[in-house]
């Protein structure tokens, strides 16, 4: 099956067909740096992980870029506030957002562009729309793009400008465009943006760059005229993505984008998130409330992107137990009873559910759908092993491989296994107590016994006694003793 994907601006499924045969060129709206992401960022942050894993998972030769806006009015306004410049400013979150990435099994980009490295790029870039009359200067100094002279503008919202009065001074505005419908390229610098140390040359005066045209040049310059993929947020379709066509393409005269893919906003307890309503949750607070970074990526992309999903604390733990499942399973095809020559049905539910789990996938990145695929082939291979008692190492080799492959487009194991590693010491530290609670239990000091098995369990590690005695293993983060 060929991957097909729903483009924002035809509105339809079509066949990913890249402008250079296997391979694919993906740029992602990343965060402004002002502030922590949200996990209303992180929905489509793990979305975009998903395309970046499973363009790989099929084959393409990726080059994946998201940026980072580092310059815009909240960064500013946050610098001046802090007393510090933009760059001071915004580094500790950057540097927070990829740790939280790294957190949650993103895999890396290629690059991470910031705005403030490409000012000379920008300004090469506004006096290309200068010269071809796609855009103006204003008497104060700031540059508008014409909307007037881009015939296609809207396309992607599929709005009708010409509703909005052309050719009218907009008084109202801060700056002084010639059109409602233009916007800004290019901003006079205004104090704060000097006090902030935001503010730059330029053949117009001192100034910054538009947010807009920040990311056109960010990602021209990484990747070429045409993009394969450009990744947002459904709140980024109009005017940011909408104004990014009409900039790229009346500066190259070439098609920018081959598909544009929009996440829908995601509701925390029922609600929009916002500070007032008190749902207001990052990354970080979640795992100093005890959640694990595995349980987070499970609900995160248990829905079909352009879907509906309400993030609660209730689908956390039924997130949690998931992850545990799957972690469970693959413990039992390593320790399987192992019996050669004999033949099951484990090869063949392997086959299905990896076959079912591409077609979900190939179908928009449906990972509803590709979970669905990855429990049912956990499901019927567990009752295959609880009829039988057995396994053939070729049979349990299959269902890892399916397995293996399956997971490395969703990354749960591979993200719950990097929370869960103990160190060396941790698991000396683990072997030493059960000893002690045998020792416990062999006197009958029972007391003494549960106390020990408290203190392990307390570090997020659970015990299960056995016939061939007591087996332990880690079910999130360790903590106190048990962390190295």
Sequence with gaps: MTLEV???ETRALSPFVPLERGKARVYACGPTIYDHAHIGNFRSFLFFDIVHRYLEASGYEVRFVMNLTDVDDKTIKGAV????????????FGEAFLADCRTLGMLQADSYPRA???????VDFVQRLIATKNAYVADDGAVYFSVGSFPRYGRLKGIDTSTLKAGARVAQDEYDKEDARDFALWKRAAPAD?????AWDSPWGRGRPGWH??????????LGETLDMHLGGEDLIFPHHENEIAQSEAATGKPFVRNWLHVKHLQVEGRKMSKSLGNF??????LDDGYDPASIRHQLISAHYRSDLNFTRAGLDASRSAVQRLLDFETRLHGALIAEGKVSELPRVADEALAEFRAAMD???NTADALAALFTLVTRANAIMDAQKWVSASDAAKVREALASMDQVLGLLEVAKAARAVDPSVAEWVEERIRARAEAR???????ADAIRKEITDRGIVLEDGPQGTKWKVLGPTTGAARS
């Excluded at 007393?83 to 915004?90: D, N």
């Excluded at 000097?194 to 935001?198: D, F, L, R, Y």
């Excluded at 045209?213 to 990484?222: A, D, F, K, R």
């Design 116 to 122: 403030t490295d490409y000012i000379p790029g920008m």
């Design 6 to 8: 729903f483009n924002t």
């Design 281 to 286: 949750v990052t990354v970080r607070q979640l």
């Design 363 to 365: 179908l928009d990145f």
């Design 442 to 448: 062999g006197r009958r000091d029972f007391a003494a």
């Design 194 to 198: 000097e006090q902030a140390k935001a």
């Design 81 to 92: 506030d802090a007393g510090r410049s933009v760059a001071e400013f915004t580094r500790p």
């Design 213 to 222: 045209l920040e990311c056109s040049v960010m990602s021209l310059h990484e």
